[in-house]
């Protein structure tokens, strides 16, 4: 009796895992339907009139877009709506870089521009923390020794910063054809202001760690971090 008790609730536990599967895939399927008839739909409408202006002008320069690739003037067009959003203290919700590279072929010049993007944005987390840190000072919050040891840290950490950055978003992607067959890529990518701190963070707690600079375990509390 209590085997066939035993085997009736395994029955019930099973149909109950199997029915909650169903749900949880039906669920999934409708987010997915949803998700592509929003991305459809955003495809369909019409670009802002200042991105169908810059495409114009860009396909005027003899700039293209890479075949399967989003037309320029959608690609500009989510540049733009990325480079106004913001978080809830009212800063930029994203860092905007770009960078352009010339190659013998596509792949190598786009491979070289997203690197020389990548730098690029390194370079204005590097420039928003030394802002931080003066402001720090001025506000009696930091000594000017400490400062200093910290302001050498970040100056010396963009390498560091670049290689701590994460998945970057392509949002532009265009090329044109240069010097005989050569091929000059134009990348600009979105960062998350978020994930730059962190990556910032974490460069220069190393390098002042390696420094044997005791600060590294200050820099929450000095930076507001």
């Not at 070289?112 to 003066?134: C, R, S, V």
Request: hydrophobic share 40%.
């Amino acid at each position: 009796m209590r085997t066939i008790i035993w085997g009736l609730l395994s029955i019930v536990m099973v149909l109950a895992s199997d029915n909650c599967y169903a749900q949880s895939s039906k669920e999934q399927r409708k987010e997915r339907q949803e998700l592509a008839k929003a991305s459809k739909k955003e495809l369909n409408e019409k670009a802002s009139k200042a991105a169908r202006k810059e495409a114009k002008r860009l396909s005027k320069e003899g700039w293209k877009t890479a075949p399967g690739a989003l037309p320029l003037e959608k690609q500009l067009d989510k540049s733009y709506m990325m480079q106004y959003q913001y978080d809830p203290d009212g800063f930029p919700q994203f860092i905007m870089a770009e960078a352009m590279s010339v190659g013998g072929n596509y792949d190598a010049a786009k491979m070289q521009a997203l690197e020389l993007a990548k730098q690029n944005l390194a370079g204005q987390i590097q420039t928003e923390i030394t802002g931080l840190i003066e402001n720090t000072v001025a506000n009696e919050q930091m000594d000017q020794s400490e400062a200093s040891s910290v302001t050498r840290s970040v100056m010396a950490s963009k390498n560091l910063i670049s290689q701590s950055i994460g998945r970057v978003v392509p949002v532009t992607e265009t090329y044109r054809v240069v010097n005989g067959n050569n091929r000059e890529v134009l990348i600009r990518i979105a960062y998350s202001q978020a994930m730059a701190k962190a990556a910032a963070k974490k460069a220069v707690k190393k390098d002042l760690e390696e420094r044997g600079d005791s600060l590294h375990n200050k820099l929450d509390e000095l930076l507001g971090w």
